[in-house]
RNA sequence: GGCGUUUUGGCCGAGUGGCUAGGCAGAGGUCUGCAAAACCUCGUACAGCGGUUCGAAUCCGCUAGACGCCUCCA
């Protein structure tokens, strides 16, 4: 029987600020859509952060039994880079900068996301369409909504009348605020707008001469706006209403506000009816973000090449380190977190490689089953991966009573415990254990030759020699390990 | 200025009205030829002030700080 029908998941919805007990429109199918990437620049952790927080979370529902497609844009018709009518998108930007076609830098980043992902080992979407692959959908969008009188043309550009939809729906009522509100306190009414009211948003924009990336419509040569794709895509693979939509704190308004406006004049239904809210990730005090130059990115992480970290970390520990906090939270990066993340990281793994040593008996002297439902119920309370994670250190706990003899296991039991530590390490987390990886057979062939070789110095007491061997490894980054059962190495 | 979130022990971070995660660092111990590693044990912290309550870090109010959104942004 599928777990689902055991765990009741709880979610919560950023729309009713509550969490909610999950229940998809069709029994055991869930269909999940994410904000992708605007592909002009590689992804900075920031990004990475928003994307493992719903990898989690797909990980998760696939662990509780449920088919998921899970649908996650690329955003390659790039968007306006403000809200000045002579706005230049940022990919048609870019490529000029870097005098290459813009198709040269979509095609460059979608490679650095993917890879970036890949490494940080998320799972791949199951559907990932682009912008400028539902061009035609976006217009048939456009058209509707205009004959239904919620959109206005001018000058070959197309704009959705806010304040009329705000006479009969809440614009508004995902990000808690009125528009009435915004109309009094916006700063600067830009008077050469085309719009009637600042507040409006672009379907449509003309493309000036200029502008390279341009597609023929009814309101003449243009591209179209930003928030129309995640629509067009949504509605198209899930649906006009889907069970979760997921995406960056940042991007709750404008963009989800619009796509809700959107989706209900489009389809006269509301697109969602679970919306998860990823919180930003911190440096310096402040969100990690590209345009103020307050980020690093990933691969300086992997490589330590950067001024922020002491040493190079994996992509994993760079993971348990994210998952150590909750998605809905800030997170602080520092070189001090992650350093006492890959601790914790390399204890976990250290104990995963040790379940192999258990010598199992006839009778449990600890409660599993009761342990592996704290595991579950952590993440069907709203996917909560640090107390995951606090539940699986306690079993760290019992391999290593059990390895010292303290506490025991039957053979029943002790397959459960593997089990689920995998299934939540490695297929929920999405953990990966290196630490086997980073030796080859014929490294540990010699270095097991000489931790023999050493053992009989020891055993003539032959302390020099066997110190030599000792510290000529450390020096090389290997590290042994006496302990009882005998001598263990580790590679650095 | 508006809206919202947040403030937890040296650091990072969970959390429920009473049973007070977890990791790192630190202290003590076990083991050891020594060392390292490993393991075990230990910390009663919740911004300040006031209120509700038998009882609040957890609910309410005020004050202060921080952050996010209000423009592209994960």
């Not at 205009?146 to 705000?166: I, P, Q, R, T, W």
């Not at 693979?237 to 979760?244: A, N, S, V």
Request: charged share 25%.
């Amino acid at each position: 029987m599928e777990l689902y029908k055991t765990n009741q998941l709880k979610i919560y919805n950023s729309l009713s600020k509550s969490k909610e007990i999950f229940k998809p429109i069709v029994e055991g199918n869930v269909g999940m859509y994410v904000c992708g990437p605007t592909v002009y620049s590689n992804v900075h952790l920031g990004n990475v952060r928003t994307f493992m927080s719903f990898d989690l979370v797909f990980r998760y529902l696939k662990q509780l039994g449920f088919k998921v497609r899970y649908v996650r844009n690329i955003t390659d018709a790039g968007h306006l880079e403000n809200d000045a009518d002579e706005g230049e998108d940022r990919i048609a930007k870019k490529a000029r900068i870097e005098k290459i076609e813009p198709m040269e830098v979509v095609q460059r980043y979608t490679v650095d996301f993917h890879e970036t992902l890949q490494k940080i080992n998320n799972l791949p979407p199951s559907i990932e369409p682009t912008a400028t692959g539902h061009i035609v959908e976006q217009i048939e969008i456009i058209k509707d909504i205009l004959a239904k009188g919620m959109a206005y043309e001018v000058n070959g550009s197309v704009y959705f009348d806010v304040l009329k939809y705000n006479e009969t729906e809440h614009y508004g009522i995902l990000s808690g605020r009125n528009i009435e509100d915004s109309v009094h306190n916006t700063r600067e009414l830009d008077g050469q707008s085309e719009k009637k009211n600042p507040q409006d948003f672009a379907l449509w924009k003309r493309a000036e001469e200029k502008h390279i990336m341009r597609w023929p419509s009814p309101w003449g040569e243009g591209f179209p706006g930003w928030h129309l794709e995640c629509t067009a895509m949504s509605t198209k693979y899930l649906g006009e209403t889907f069970d979760i939509h997921g995406g960056g704190m940042d991007l709750k308004f404008p963009h989800h506000e619009c796509e809700i406006a959107q989706s209900k004049v489009k389809n006269k239904v509301n697109p969602v009816n679970y919306w998860m809210h990823a919180n930003m990730l911190i440096l310096n005090g402040q969100k990690m973000a590209k345009s103020t130059g307050n980020y690093i990115l990933p691969n300086e992480i992997f490589t330590g090449e950067n001024k922020i970290l002491s040493k190079a970390f994996s992509p994993s520990a760079t993971r348990f380190f994210m998952m150590q906090a909750h998605y809905r939270s800030v997170l602080d990066f520092s070189n001090d977190a992650l350093e006492a993340a890959e601790k914790g990281y390399m204890k976990l793994m250290e104990a995963l490689n040790n379940l192999k040593n258990i010598e199992v008996g006839k009778v449990s002297s600890i409660n599993v089953s009761e342990w592996k439902q704290r595991c579950y119920d952590a993440m069907n309370d709203d996917f909560n991966s640090p107390v995951l994670i606090a539940n699986l250190f306690e079993a760290v706990k019992y391999v290593n009573l059990l390895l010292e003899k303290k506490e025991t296991i039957s053979s029943a039991d002790f397959e459960e415990l593997k089990n689920t530590m995998n299934i939540f390490v490695y297929d929920v987390l999405g953990l990966q254990n290196n630490s086997e990886e980073n030796a080859c057979d014929k490294l540990n062939g010699v270095v097991e030759m000489l931790i023999k070789m050493r053992k009989e110095a020891r055993d003539n007491r032959d302390w020099a020699l066997s110190d030599k061997i000792r510290d000529e490894l450390a020096v090389l980054g290997i590290q042994l390990k006496d302990g009882k059962e005998g001598t263990t190495f580790s590679v650095n």
